[in-house]
């Protein structure tokens, strides 16, 4: 049974996220306090045995919406730029850890907002995607160290319920209804699984089938 | 040092636009008449060419008109013939002919429905795209532009047929992209949402107000103007500002589709 | 609409101006009619300027840092003021680390902070600057991009995730923006940039391995090939475009 730690642990949704793990049958950790030291992250998953990571990028903070006009240097920072430090430091401390154990599966989680793009939480939005695009380069980079890094996206409204009406433009998910926390544990599950130790650099969306991109 | 955007480079080029009777055709040929290309139209029925002949007679375009089904082979070659011989030259081709069944569900769709939106659409793509390349490869340079649809990007319900047609085309627009570029010809598609001309019964106001609902959800929130919003993008690729852009897919869709 | 003067009577502000693109970008907006304000940190600048007033057009030298927001508004005042009005702002600038090759396992938060601080900071200044000017002459933002962006990079992570965070930017940006009549978009070209033709110096086959793979057989020309085509992006008739990635680059990816 793959340890999955999840960070940062301190979110609403990553506490849901594990608990939709948990039934399964993966063993979920919470890495708790958030934080962007890479030697903290590095001694929890090591502390863990962590055998994946999952980073959630995007919590009710990072997409308190609001007109790019109206958001001043801090709240950018914190909904735009902090994200991406944040992965940063997980993705890098997740490579130690890895390295050291050869090997080793890194899911990212955020939204596909940052595919269809949305009014109101633009800081956001560059994040997931530039998330993404640093998920993919992690891909080419730590391939041959038998990490593997990919993306799950799932409908903002799983991230931060308060920010799910700047999204309302999206077509209506083909399933008709949105997925739910047991469907993106499913795909975050397949992603930490054996069955999936050849994709890397893959995205998949968790989404019912509202956003259907490339 | 050469001036990167020259006097309207586009008057006095000869291009080649088929399905020109109606709709985003009409619109793509009216605003290229009026920035003086010379062209060479086609569309399936007489009436309708007829129409589009007689209005470019009167914007004093020079033009030659032809009755083309846009899956005959022969015609279609016979249409760039046509252009070359009477002026001389070509410089580039706007694959927009395309029919489509009614919209039907995946499982009713019959092969007679799929045959009709695959001959003119992809089928009629690549017989104008093969039709041109002696001419725009003896030159060493040409512009080809075909038209996709957002509806195809999307996977709009019940519009599968017409659907694969279109990303069929966008296919063999990035495969002759890659293959002709040594050539000096670009290839482009252009997605473009302009509707009004093919939805019916707009004199009702409750319909009218519907169908202007229907897309407050993109980001500029009305359908395309053909004249303003459509044609000139054809435009842009059909001149030399564009001579560097080739195997792309640009939407003129007011932003409602933004995967690309 | 037609004609070579595409950009006429517009004020067209072009961040990172003094080379590479950003000065091909700068030129041929200029031979398209704009009132072009080059903004870039160094001097080097103001012989772009010279180069567009030499051909008869106008423009306007101004420093700017664009990791200092008041550097930024201060452009956009300079834009208003010199072209009677800000149509267009080009976010072009990028790290003077962008094409350095370098591990994410490796990078410091300084070398992060130094990408992140022009290109995206850098954008947020630029775009909240503008906005008031872009929203009277319902205007237009330009960024840039690269495949990077889109497909990752294996040597230039923190550049493709610069590159990335852009389109996102891009396409929130043009949803929010879209009600002010305000278009918003990204370019991806190839061109002969300072750093590639570093990079060719150092190896000229790559010049060749480049052509080889590029449709059209060649690196573009900042000027004639992107300039040109992004002029047309910035003119009105591609006022119902927005949210979009275009590729200016002869093909070399198509893989949207």
Not at chain 1, 39 to 54: M, N, P, S
Not at chain 1, 103 to 117: D, K, M, Q
Not at chain 3, 71 to 89: F, M, N, S
Not at chain 3, 178 to 193: E, H, K
Request: one cysteine or more.
């Amino acid at each position: 049974m793959t340890v999955v730690v999840l960070t940062p642990g301190d979110t609403g949704f990553a506490r849901d996220l594990r608990a939709a793990l948990l039934d399964l049958d993966v063993d979920p950790v919470l890495a708790e306090p958030r934080t962007t030291d890479r030697r903290e992250l590095r001694d929890a998953f090591a502390r863990a045995k962590g055998g994946a990571v999952v980073h959630v990028c995007g919590d009710a903070a990072a997409t308190v919406p609001a007109p790019l006009g109206e958001t001043g240097p801090e709240e950018w920072d914190r909904r735009g730029e902090r994200p991406l430090r944040e992965a940063l430091a997980t993705f890098q401390a997740a490579h130690d850890h890895f390295a050291a154990a050869g090997g080793g599966r890194l899911v990212l989680v955020t939204s596909t907002a940052g595919i269809s793009g949305a009014a109101s939480v633009v800081p956001f939005v560059a994040a997931a995607e530039g998330v993404r695009a640093m998920a993919k380069s992690a891909a080419r980079q730590w391939g041959e160290r038998s990490i593997t890094v990919n993306a799950v996206l799932v409908p903002l409204a799983l991230l931060a319920p308060g920010a799910a009406g700047v999204t309302s433009f999206l077509t209506p998910p083909a399933l008709g209804a949105p997925a739910t926390l047991h469907d993106v544990a499913a795909a975050v599950r397949w992603f930490t699984g054996a069955d999936s130790t050849g994709i890397t650099g893959a995205t998949v969306v968790a989404d019912g089938g509202a956003v259907m991109a490339p | 040092m050469t001036t990167a955007v020259t006097t309207d480079d586009l008057a006095g080029r000869v291009v080649v636009v088929t399905g020109a009777s109606r709709g985003v055709g009409r619109g793509i040929v009216r605003h290229l008449a009026r920035r003086g290309v010379k062209l060479a139209v086609s569309a399936r029925s007489r009436d309708g060419l007829d129409d589009v002949a007689a209005e470019l007679t009167g914007l004093g375009a020079p033009h030659v008109a032809h009755t083309v089904d846009a899956a005959d082979r022969d015609a279609t070659f016979a249409l760039v013939g046509a252009a070359v011989d009477t002026f001389g030259t070509l410089d580039g081709v706007v694959a927009n002919a395309q029919t489509s069944p009614d919209p039907v569900g995946i499982e009713h769709i019959t092969e007679a429905d799929l045959d009709l939106t695959m001959a003119a659409g992809a089928k009629g793509t690549l017989w104008l795209m093969q039709a041109a390349f002696p001419h725009l490869h003896a030159r060493g340079q040409g512009r080809v532009v075909t038209l996709g649809s957002n509806a195809a990007l999307e996977g709009v319900a019940t519009y599968g047929a017409y659907s694969a047609a279109k990303e069929a085309i966008r296919a063999l627009t990035r495969t002759a992209a890659t293959e002709w570029g040594r050539y000096g010809i670009t290839v482009n598609c252009v997605c473009p949402v302009s509707v009004r001309h093919h939805t019916p019964g707009l004199e009702d106001p409750d319909a009218l107000a519907r169908f202007e609902r229907s897309f407050s959800r993109q980001p500029i929130p009305h359908d395309g103007d053909l004249e303003h919003d459509i044609a000139p993008v054809v435009a842009f690729l059909l001149s030399d500002a564009s001579a560097f852009v080739t195997g792309q897919t640009l939407m003129a869709d007011g932003g409602r589709i933004m995967l690309r | 609409m037609t004609g070579d003067r595409i950009l006429a009577g517009r004020g067209v502000l072009v961040t990172g101006g003094a080379a590479g693109v950003g000065r091909g970008i700068a030129l041929a907006c200029g031979v398209a009619g704009a009132h072009v304000v080059v903004a870039s940190r160094g001097d080097n600048g103001r012989a772009v300027v010279d180069d567009i007033t030499g051909r008869g057009g106008d423009a306007t030298w101004v420093r700017c840092d664009v990791t200092v927001r008041d550097d930024v508004t201060h452009a956009v005042a300079q834009a208003v003021e010199r072209a009677g009005g800000l149509h267009a702002v080009v976010h072009n600038a990028t790290s003077n680390q962008s094409s350095v090759p370098h591990r994410l396992e490796e990078v410091t938060h300084e070398l992060w902070d130094d990408h992140a601080s022009v290109s995206l900071r850098g954008a947020y200044h630029c775009a909240q600057a503008a906005l008031p000017a872009l929203r009277v002459t319902q205007g237009t933002m330009i960024v840039m991009t690269s495949p990077a962006g889109v497909e990752g990079s294996a040597t230039l992570p923190l550049y493709a995730t610069v590159k990335g965070a852009l389109r996102g930017f891009a396409k929130g940006l043009a949803r929010e923006w879209a009600p002010s009549g305000i278009t918003v978009n990204v370019v991806s070209p190839l061109a002969f940039s300072p750093a590639m033709v570093n990079a060719i110096a150092e190896d000229p086959a790559m010049e060749e391995r480049l052509n080889r793979r590029v449709p059209l057989g060649r690196v573009g020309d900042p000027e004639t090939d992107v300039g040109a085509a992004v002029a047309f992006l910035l003119s009105p008739d591609a006022g119902y475009v927005t949210g979009q990635t275009i590729g200016i680059d002869g093909g070399h990816f198509m893989n949207l």
